[in-house]
């Protein structure tokens, strides 16, 4: 099995992503560990020499930053904080997302600013490489002192508590300590708090939902370009010296986009009897350029956030120098979250317009892309069921991170809500799935009006393929089972 090594370089988005689907072996290489190692002496050293408050290492935590805590209950202080924010609540996180967060937390504690032990790193190692997932739950988290209630849930197993899933079986963490024979961790001073303060769940989510946009993205480019051909749309606002002198780079690699996926069609060549198509069609390298726009954006906000050491206190043993700050602010992550929310929305929006023109009975296509309309409904109701997920999507982009809940007593006065910036965020992905294929149903249909006329090679490609699990709808069927296959295909075969 391949083995990847992080080793405190800069990890791109890319190379994150590659490593997670990859399902490679990973590591830690020596760089790291020293520095692992570095700063724990580092602070060992300072509290055996050193009377002094410092957050979280010999004081309680939130409002109760002033109370001391004696040398000897400095474990049990750690300990106790893990299992008293184990309060998630809500559905399960999905295992990919946790394996995310696994893999994330390593990364942050890797940089040597931490003060944990190799010890405690290399175990959160053995559970992402050894497929040991904790459960966890969405809520609760404010997005500010770090991901507070889910990081500690993915802290239980560490000491032998909470709930992990394996090879499809649920164990306690002292029934999977057991299974491979694994002492719990010792939690050493400011252990617990490096564990749980951090932007990991939303950086997580950030990262999945980053990559399915992009699929997305790239996807709804393809197939807006089959309803463009088969609405007989015209191809002169995809040219590029117009949408050039805009100079919009999204724009621009949509409207080149458009062009390649549609050359050689003969219904996009032929002499067009409108002279302008609707917005929802006119507008795609706009409206869709502005969503890759709002994307490379996010990715980069994102990249940093991966690569960044996200727990409180900092340490910076080279410069003597312990720091309480707030690196766990999850605000930067929810802002993006929430703009990631509303540029994918905007693309399930206008995507549902195109499905709404195709089933309009216009421009010699047939009342809902069916023979025979009225005896047959054919795809009335995909629309209603589609407008009804757009109009849950707009319901979902209301942002998150514009609102605060002060917590404890007052300490920690504003907070991101990035989590649930990042649950949300998910919702609406999932749901431009089911937008997209649904789009590809209405567009494959109306596709088959138009013959003999034939679409590029590329449309007719996708057709094909589409056309192995959805057959042409000659009359009413149950048309859930059609879009249940398009959902599939859209996430898994396109």
């Not at 997302?97 to 696994?102: A, E, Q, T």
């Not at 540029?343 to 296509?365: H, P, Q």
Request: net charge negative; glycine share 6%.
């Amino acid at each position: 099995m391949e083995t990847y090594y992080i080793d405190n370089q800069y990890i791109s988005i890319l190379e994150f992503e590659k490593i997670f689907n990859s399902n490679a072996f990973v590591s830690l290489g020596e760089n790291a560990k020293k520095s692992i190692v570095a700063c724990r002496e580092y602070l060992n050293t300072k509290l055996e020499k050193s009377t002094d408050l410092i957050y979280g290492i010999n004081t309680g935590f939130g409002s109760l930053c002033n109370t001391a805590i004696s040398k000897t209950e400095l474990s049990q202080l750690q300990v106790n904080l893990v299992l008293s924010h184990a309060c998630g609540m809500g559905d399960e996180v999905p295992t990919e997302i946790v394996r995310r967060m696994l893999l994330l937390k390593v990364i942050g504690l890797s940089k040597g600013n931490s003060g944990v032990q190799l010890e405690t790193v290399e175990r959160l190692l053995f559970f992402y490489n050894q497929h040991i997932t904790p459960i966890i739950y969405e809520q609760g988290s404010l997005g500010a002192s770090g991901d507070l209630a889910p990081l500690a849930h993915l802290s239980l197993p560490l000491i032998a508590e909470g709930e992990v899933e394996f090879e499809g079986q649920r164990y306690t963490g002292a029934e999977i300590a057991k299974k491979f024979n694994l002492l719990p961790i010792k939690l050493q001073s400011k252990e617990g708090l490096a564990l749980l303060n951090g932007t990991q769940f939303m950086s997580a989510y950030a990262t999945s939902c980053l990559a399915n946009s992009k699929h997305l993205w790239k996807n709804w480019n393809l197939i807006a370009s089959m309803s463009l051909d088969a609405f007989d749309g015209r191809i002169n606002p995809f040219q590029d010296n117009v949408n050039s002198i805009r100079n919009h780079p999204g724009q621009i690699e949509t409207a080149k986009l458009i062009r390649q996926f549609l050359e050689g069609s003969e219904i996009i060549s032929k002499i067009k009897e409108h002279v302008q198509d609707p917005y929802s069609f006119r507008c795609i390298p706009q409206v869709h350029g502005a969503t890759k726009d709002t994307l490379d954006h996010c990715s980069l906000v994102i990249e940093r956030e991966i690569n960044a050491v996200t727990d409180n206190p900092t340490l910076f043993p080279d410069e003597d120098d312990i720091v309480s700050a707030g690196n766990f602010h999850g605000q930067p992550l929810a802002l993006i979250l929430d703009f990631m929310a509303i540029a994918m929305a905007e693309m399930g929006s206008i995507s549902e317009r195109r499905i709404y023109k195709l089933i309009s009975g216009s421009r010699g296509l047939p009342p809902f892309l069916v023979a025979n309309p009225g005896l047959n409904s054919g795809l009335m109701i995909a629309q209603y069921t589609c407008a009804s997920i757009v109009s849950q999507n707009k319901q979902l982009c209301t942002p998150a991170s514009i609102d605060t809940i002060d917590s404890s007593n007052g300490q920690e006065d504003h907070v991101s809500m990035g989590a649930n910036a990042a649950t949300k965020l998910a919702r609406v992905i999932e749901n431009c799935f089911a937008i997209q294929g649904i789009e590809l149903l209405n567009a494959s249909q109306a596709l088959e009006f138009r013959r003999p006329l034939k679409s590029s090679q590329k449309i007719e490609n996708l057709h094909a393929t589409f056309r192995n699990g959805v057959s042409f709808l000659g009359a009413d069927r149950n048309t859930s089972l059609d879009m249940k296959a398009a959902l599939n295909f859209v996430k898994n075969s396109l």
